[in-house]
């Protein structure tokens, strides 16, 4: 048995005038609950800094760039960088990640991962970006996140607490893609902040089902890969926006074994076995023995029905 005990840390909202020494403050606090329950890990939401800014169209860059962190740890996180260190406890964080890379500024929706040492082990860029580039005034809030990040492109897995860990990003859990690309590298926990309105302005009729395909996707990324999922909600009426809560950890089984009971700042725990993955990796889900990658060929020659993972349409190579 190969036991990590993790902690969901579950925010409620965060305002647009709140400081990062505020937040950093909350976050403390769940990670101090955290650690005095004997866990090893604690997972925050996406965007766990900042209210989500994406929800509004913002003109002024320098505007913008204030929910962005230039380094990481800087002036003010790396207070809950020693924190980590001091306790002994690992945790996974979701920000606004501003890079320079060959001279060039870069923009991501980023997340980290960061061991009992305080060190940082691994970093990932949210692939998928939902909402639009535009201003759109007939929405009632605005989901820009394509206007201010770029996406990133990998599913990674890296060796901590014990086991292989992966981490992804709000949307990211509801594409298929994302847990198999980290499955096929034996991925035993993937890490998923999100803020999630419970209304989707193109889609309404959608938004009763919020709360049920935020646990359908995830339970399904579990079971279908034999892995650990912790799904960690920034929940509440945030701005005025109500965001679900739901946060919760599944077993490999994609049985639901802790979850927040509140749309507030709240913790919920669990003793995950990464052993527990095993029978589903070397059973139903052995991908070494199962998969067809050839019949498969076209999730990546292809990004939808009419289009060409290039872009080009459908049939226009022939
Ligand atoms: N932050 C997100 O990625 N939110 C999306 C909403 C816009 C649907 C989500 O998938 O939850």
């Not at 048995?1 to 647009?16: D, E, H, S, T, Y």
């Not at 403050?25 to 939401?45: E, F, K």
């Not at 996140?145 to 770029?150: D, I, Q, S, V």
């Amino acid at each position: 048995m190969r036991f990590v005990n993790v902690a969901v840390g579950q925010l409620g909202p965060i305002a647009r005038n709140d400081t990062r020494t505020q937040a950093v403050a909350r976050l403390s606090g769940l990670m101090r609950q955290a650690r005095s329950n004997g866990c090893d890990l604690i997972v925050y939401p996406e965007l766990a800094l900042t209210t989500f800014f994406p929800r509004w169209y913002i003109e002024d860059q320098s505007e913008i760039d204030g929910f962005f962190e230039r380094e990481m740890p800087g002036p003010e996180t790396q207070a809950l960088f020693d924190l980590a260190r001091e306790l002994g406890i690992g945790f996974y964080l979701g920000y606004g990640e501003l890079s320079i890379e060959d001279g060039v500024l870069h923009r991501y929706n980023s997340s980290i991962l960061v061991d009992k040492s305080g060190a940082i082990v691994a970093k990932y860029r949210k692939v998928h970006l939902p909402g639009h580039a535009e201003h759109e005034p007939w929405r009632e809030f605005q989901h820009l996140e394509k206007r201010y990040f770029e996406p990133g492109n990998r599913f990674g897995v890296v060796e901590a607490f014990g086991g292989l860990m992966g981490m992804a990003i709000c949307n990211d859990r509801r594409w298929s893609e994302t847990y198999r690309v980290m499955g096929l590298q034996g991925v035993e926990m993937v890490l998923i902040g999100y803020n999630t309105p419970v209304h989707n302005p193109p889609a309404p009729e959608h938004d009763d089902l919020s709360l049920f395909h935020n646990e359908l996707v995830m339970q399904a990324g579990a079971y279908q890969n034999g892995t650990w999922v912790v799904g960690v909600a920034k929940a509440g009426i945030e701005e005025g926006v109500d965001q679900i809560g739901g946060s919760c950890i599944i077993a490999p089984s994609g049985e639901v074994v802790a979850a927040c009971t509140t749309k507030g700042d709240e913790i919920a725990l669990a003793r995950c076995d990464l052993d527990l993955c095993n029978s589903y990796k070397r059973t139903t889900f052995n991908f070494d023995i199962h998969r067809q990658p050839r019949a498969y060929r076209m999730i990546v020659e292809r990004k939808g029905k009419n289009l060409m993972a290039d872009g080009t349409p459908v049939g226009s190579g022939e």
